[in-house]
């Protein structure tokens, strides 16, 4: 199983996760961060009105991202760095994919805030006619891995689809926030389907706050879970270790 520190904006950065790493985790997400100017003014509006989203210069966000992944590969070279990342053209993502020793770059595709929806970004990009292309894009000129981050259940959305659509552009994870409205757990069976459609890497993501629910999460064939709030505080009350 592939254990993954699931993106925090404001939370995950180089310190946090070389705090939480040891708990037994295989691959630790930075970011979110925003990379061109849309998004980056979206995210000052996000601040502005309160929220705990990060925002960097533009000119400095890929030496910013560049020195967080020294600081966890110094620390912990066996483990997986990946970068969560939002933009509304592809290039800023390649750009954030040939850092050096960065293994992962993570398209962000589940953002909810209206300030990043009202550009056609975050969870607004499932409905893109180009998703494909934008994804194929990135793919073909990174040397990292990819990683396309999904929010469930979005409505007008075809999560299944999508999820056929992301490994036909040929990214190497899917990651699923497996969210379901009106439901304070995971949605299990959705994963399943996706599960039994895909051949992609599926990544489990929502409510893995219990030992109980990590079965659940296997159970469906993930070949990974990420856990967000589960680990804000810096530590897990449960332990990952034995999956
Ligand atoms: C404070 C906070 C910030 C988040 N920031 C991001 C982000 O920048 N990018 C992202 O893809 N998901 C972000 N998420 C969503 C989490 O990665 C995760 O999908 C969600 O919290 C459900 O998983 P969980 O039940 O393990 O918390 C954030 C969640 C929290 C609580």
Redesign the pocket.
Known sequence: MIKVV??????TDADFLNRVIPLGFDVATL??YSLDAPTIEASKKIIARGR?EFDFPLNDIFSHIEREVASIKRVHSNVKVSA?VRSTTPQPIIDVGNIPDLDIVEI?C??RQDEILSIGCGQEMLKRADLKKFISQVVDNVDCEVSV?IRANVDGVDTLAVACLIEDAGADYLHV?AMKKGVFDADYSLLKEICNNVHIQVIG????NSEANIKKMIETGVNGFS????V?SGNLDFNISNF
């Open positions: 699931a993106p925090m904006a404001g939370i970011g979110g705990k969560n962000n589940h953002c981050k926030d993501n929502n409510s893995v856990i967000a709030r589960g804000i």
